[in-house]
């Protein structure tokens, strides 16, 4: 019998003046980015607490508290990478990864691919596993007035090689 587990993880970043716009490890131009302790990259961070959650192992607050000067800065790929080797030291593997990110802009549509690339990349897996999608908030809530963005995430692991 295959063992398998399913996590779903959530995140939220403020867009402010004077920062990058960095999703999925790639920055996109546009006149603001996200605030977070950070890089911010609220499609990773989504991500990685997805993987936390299916093993039951907390957030990645508890892994990188936004407290600590170490992580401040933090290259987010770097943060995910730690987590895979996490769950592959408990004997678990990435079936899929499926995300949703929500922005009103920019658009996002011509960066996906490049974001799922890299995504694959960083956890070692085919791109075929690794799903982004993007969809606005219909300019409704704090998404909707371009005051932040937000991620859904879902990640299948497997138990065994």
């Not at 970043?13 to 609220?42: C, F, K, N, Q, W």
């Not at 407290?67 to 769950?87: C, F, M, R, Y």
């Not at 995300?99 to 995504?119: D, F, G, N, T, Y």
């Amino acid at each position: 019998m295959l063992n398998i587990r399913i996590g779903n993880g959530y995140d939220i970043h403020r867009l402010v003046p004077g920062r990058p716009l960095i999703l999925g490890g790639i920055e996109i131009y546009h006149t603001v980015g996200l605030l977070g302790h950070s890089d911010a990259d609220v499609l990773t961070h989504g991500i990685m607490d997805a993987m936390l959650g299916a093993l039951s192992l907390g957030d990645i607050g508890h892994y990188f508290p936004p407290t600590d000067p170490e992580w401040a800065g933090a290259n987010s790929l770097v943060l995910l990478e730690k987590v895979h080797d996490l769950i592959q030291a408990k004997g678990w593997r990435i079936g899929n990864i499926d995300s949703v990110i929500v922005a009103e802009k920019p658009k996002l549509k011509p960066h996906l691919l490049r974001m799922r690339e890299k995504l694959a990349t960083v956890l070692g897996v085919d791109i075929e596993l690794v799903s982004i999608k993007a969809t606005t908030n219909e300019q409704l809530g704090p998404v909707g007035r371009e005051e932040g963005i937000a991620v859904y995430a879902v990640a299948l692991l497997f138990q065994g090689s």
